[in-house]
């Protein structure tokens, strides 16, 4: 199966944590920020340590230390990516698009989960993640094949968040919006934009609509410089042409000439008789 690289965008409890966890039993890696930051702590590496003190103060991680973090690991990637929750800008979608190309790699589409505020907050109420790796669960939807275990790295502590409250989640969406409309306004025009709908509430749909994305993207493009060529072999036939065009001109002329000759002397002969 080939694999692409993905940006995905959705709103918060709209599904995209739990379509994301299925692309990862396929093969798929999913490639987060925050999770970058976390194992750079945990490896206590000097950038892990300065990024510790940053969290410990309170500040914000800057732009460059995201950017070198993404750059290491793209350096080690393949196909198959999923970046989530990165970019929240057109600063950062033009950042990542510059470290793809510089590894070689390219972005093959940006999938939309597009939810209904009112079906998020519906399940946002139920929502629990492993303590582990922080797959997304929901009392009223996806819950783990086994009970009890978590389907990605098999943990058994689960927790709920403290910010699933209905204001927390109205201000979410909210802000969500702000920043990802923007972001869907910028990716629509590359043409990179695939909407998925979230509204039936069912993951199964939705997945098998993402599966219907990969589809699409797998089938052979025809590529522009075939029109290039065909503009290139006509400016050439035309030129063509218009050299035969020239040449039969300069032909007739000349044939016009003789023809005249001839009908001259032939004139002259009989007058002489």
């Known amino acids: 199966m080939k694999l692409f690289n993905l940006v995905f965008i959705g709103p918060p409890g709209g599904g995209k944590g739990t379509e994301i966890q299925l692309l990862q039993q396929e093969q798929y890696i999913k490639i987060s920020t925050g999770d970058l930051l976390r194992n750079e702590v945990a490896k206590k590496t000097p950038l892990g340590l300065s990024i510790q003190k940053d969290m410990d103060s309170g500040k914000?991680?800057?732009?460059?230390i995201v950017t070198k973090l993404l750059d290491q690991e793209l350096k080690q990637s393949k196909s198959g990516l999923?970046?989530?929750g990165y970019p929240r800008n057109i600063a950062q979608a033009k950042k990542l698009s510059s470290l793809l190309l510089k590894n070689?790699?390219?972005?093959?589409?940006?999938?939309h989960l597009d939810t209904p505020d009112s079906l998020i907050i519906k399940?946002?109420?139920?929502?629990?993640?492993?303590v582990k790796c922080?797959?997304?669960?929901?009392?009223?939807?996806v819950q783990p094949k086994k009970e009890g275990v978590c389907d990605v790295c098999s943990g058994t502590e689960f927790k709920v968040r403290s910010d699933d409250k209905l204001e927390v989640v109205e201000k979410r969406l909210k802000e969500y919006h702000e920043v990802a409309d923007e972001l869907l306004e910028y990716y629509r025009k590359k043409g990179l934009v695939r909407d998925v709908s979230g509204e039936a509430g069912d993951q199964l749909i939705t997945h098998n609509q993402v599966l219907n994305v990969f589809k699409e993207l797998a089938k052979p493009k025809i590529k522009r410089t075939t029109k290039k060529v065909s503009k290139k072999s006509s400016k050439k036939v035309k030129k063509v042409s218009k050299k035969v065009k020239k040449i039969s001109k300069k032909v007739s002329k000349k044939v016009k000439k003789v023809s005249k000759k001839v009908s001259k002397k032939k004139v002259k002969r009989t007058t002489k008789k």
């Open 60 to 64: 914000l991680i800057t732009d460059s």
């Open 123 to 130: 399940r946002i109420i139920g929502r629990y993640v492993c």
């Open 82 to 84: 999923i970046f989530d």
């Open 134 to 141: 922080g797959a997304t669960y929901n009392k009223n939807g």
């Open 104 to 111: 070689k790699l390219k972005l093959d589409a940006v999938i």
